[in-house]
Each structure stands twice: as structure tokens, then as C-alpha cells.
């Protein structure tokens, strides 16, 4: 479609793929997103799972916690504002800009110029300053896993 404009994100939770809501990336009435790359945050933040569903909370306090290990996506104008509402944005998480580093890059039809720029790259990331403050003292995550060895699986917004 013309003049529809592409977004950048980068998720690291319950969107990537093999997570519980991957699914959500690839259904087409929710929008177009198109998967091009892994990356990592260029600052650290603290990630931990939280409350009783297991969520995973990027919580936005740069220096502090990991790298955090991600996926990049280009995502449309009806993707993003899907991902808004999923996210419950701006209440339970807000959409920022950060500087990702890339680890992999995927996307074989960039211009040049998107290649020459990809060793870092600016997309929004949903994450959160209206946290508990007694989150910070969870365990910090640097790459997110419903099923790791932590023994906190994700639960999904219908079993709630």
C-alpha cells in the first residue's frame, strides 16, 4: 500500500519466536511483520518476570541488569497499534526508542543503506516505568524464555 509507513521494533518477551504469543506476530489480521534480524540492547536494563502470570517486564532503568537479547521486526501502521493495545500501552508498558546493537541481520532485500547502518539500529521497545519497585530486586533475565530453567512459564492472557 502506498505511502504506509514501516515501524522498527524490537521485542523481547512473549512476542518471539517459540514464545507463547509469537503467534501474534505472524497472524495477518493483526497487520504485517516482517521478521529481520536478533539483536541486543546497547545499554542494560533489568528483565524479570513478574506477577502472578509470569510476565516478562523490561523495566527502563538503563545501567542497571543485562544486555537484553531480542528480535528485530518491521512492523505497519495496524501491527503497531495492535501491539499498543496488546501491550496495554502506555498504561502497563510504554513505546520508547532505544539503540539496538545487531546481532544477526536477516533482511536479504535491504538498500545498501540499511546495510551499511546495521550494526546498530533505533526501534521502539515496549517497556515499563510504572513497575514495582520491589521488582528490581528479582532475578534479571538477559534473554527471555517462558520455558527456561527458572521454572516460571507464562501465562497466557485467556488462562488469567
Request: aromatic share 12%; net charge negative; with cysteine.
Amino acid at each position: 500500500m502506498a505511502g504506509e509507513s514501516m515501524h522498527i521494533i524490537f521485542v523481547y518477551g512473549t512476542l518471539k519466536k517459540g514464545q507463547p504469543n509469537a503467534n501474534v506476530m505472524t497472524d495477518p489480521k493483526h497487520g504485517k511483520a516482517v521478521f529481520k534480524g536478533t539483536g541486543r540492547t546497547i545499554d542494560k536494563y533489568p528483565l524479570v518476570i513478574a506477577q502472578e502470570a509470569n510476565i516478562p517486564f523490561l523495566m527502563n532503568v538503563p545501567g542497571t541488569g543485562h544486555h537484553i537479547a531480542g528480535e528485530i521486526y518491521s512492523v505497519d501502521d495496524q501491527m503497531l497499534q495492535f501491539l499498543d493495545e496488546f501491550e496495554s500501552c502506555p498504561d502497563m508498558y510504554q513505546r520508547t526508542i532505544k539503540r539496538i546493537e545487531i546481532v544477526e541481520w536477516g533482511g536479504k532485500d535491504d538498500s545498501p543503506e540499511e546495510r551499511a547502518a546495521a550494526n546498530a539500529i533505533e526501534c521502539f521497545v515496549y517497556s515499563t516505568t510504572s513497575y514495582q519497585p520491589e521488582w528490581l530486586n528479582l532475578p534479571h533475565f538477559d534473554c527471555y524464555d517462558s520455558f527456561g530453567t527458572h521454572g516460571l512459564p507464562y501465562v497466557n492472557h485467556l488462562d488469567r
